[in-house]
């Protein structure tokens, strides 16, 4: 593994290694990473508003639902980028395949053979830094996905939204009642035993929404962290590239020294 990174460093024609800098993300990667930091932004706001709603001054359910139907359509959102992002991580450019994402089995072996230097206080900080950015996109689409799912789930019983809502409004529907007459806020046309059975699902699904969310600021927090302190150490080059695509390596006194690989520039 560390002769492949070397050999990696290494430029090469097939990389385009020009005075133009290294391609690193494309386009739609680029414009669904800033998507999604607006729109889980906005995900965080209103979920504050929901909670702290009363002690902003702002009682009543007819605030609660438009603050939860904000909150669910900006989820929206959030899903239908991490839905493009799937499929692009398997159609879209090199950079952006899982495979050059996501951590592979030779990346944890690696990681196990490299504990021996860290012992040895000699790691390896180029890996170290590779395997830990690609553990930390792992660990938050895993945990964006989770809170995909327990939005969703949230959204159906709450407000009867697609796709869960149209299957709760059918299951808690009393005899004889049109599924669709069932409105939010009303216990009108509801089986309560039926709706007693279903109330258990609701409240692990907001559970595991709301804990899932502290999770990804407290990786959003360590990502935020990471790439500033990774940026101001090689000079720039870490942040621009989700600005520009484009990575480019600063030699001495901040001009511009030699062209990066595409694997230095993912670090």
């Known amino acids: 593994m560390n002769e ?12 385009h290694q020009t005075r133009q800098g290294v391609l690193i993300w494309d386009g739609v990667v680029r414009t669904l990473h800033w998507l999604q930091v607006i729109a889980i932004t906005g995900s965080v706001f209103t979920g504050f508003l929901f909670y702290f709603k009363e002690e902003l001054g702002m009682p009543g359910d007819a605030v609660k639902y438009a603050i939860m139907t904000l909150h669910v359509l900006i989820g929206y959102v959030v899903i239908s980028g991490l839905i493009v992002r799937l499929i692009w991580g398997f159609t879209g450019s090199a950079n952006a395949r899982w495979k050059n994402v ?31 950015n690609r553990v930390m996109i792992s660990a938050m689409f895993v945990a964006l996905l989770v809170m995909a799912i327990t939005g969703l789930i949230r959204a159906g019983f709450d ?16 005899e004889g009642v049109d599924p669709s007459t069932i409105r939010v806020g009303s216990s009108d046309g509801i ?23 502290y999770f990804i600021l407290f990786l959003i927090v360590t990502h935020i962290v990471g790439v500033v302190l990774m940026d101001g150490k090689r000079r720039g080059g870490v942040i621009s590239p989700m600005f520009i695509g484009r990575r480019y390596q600063l030699g ?11 694997e230095e520039a993912r670090r």
């Open 159 to 174: 407000l009867y939204h697609w796709p869960v809502g149209p299957m709760v409004q059918s299951y808690v529907a009393a």
């Open 4 to 15: 492949e990174i070397e050999q990696q460093a290494q430029p090469t024609p097939e990389r």
């Open 191 to 213: 089986d309560d035993e039926k709706w007693a059975n279903l109330r258990p699902l609701k409240i692990i699904s907001v559970e595991i929404h709301l804990y899932t969310a």
């Open 252 to 262: 001495q006194g901040g001009k511009l020294g030699r062209d990066v690989s595409e």
């Open 102 to 132: 996501l951590p592979a089995g030779t990346h944890f072996a690696q990681f196990f053979r490299e504990a021996g230097r860290v012992i040895r206080l000699k790691p390896n900080r180029s890996f170290a830094a590779l395997f830990l």
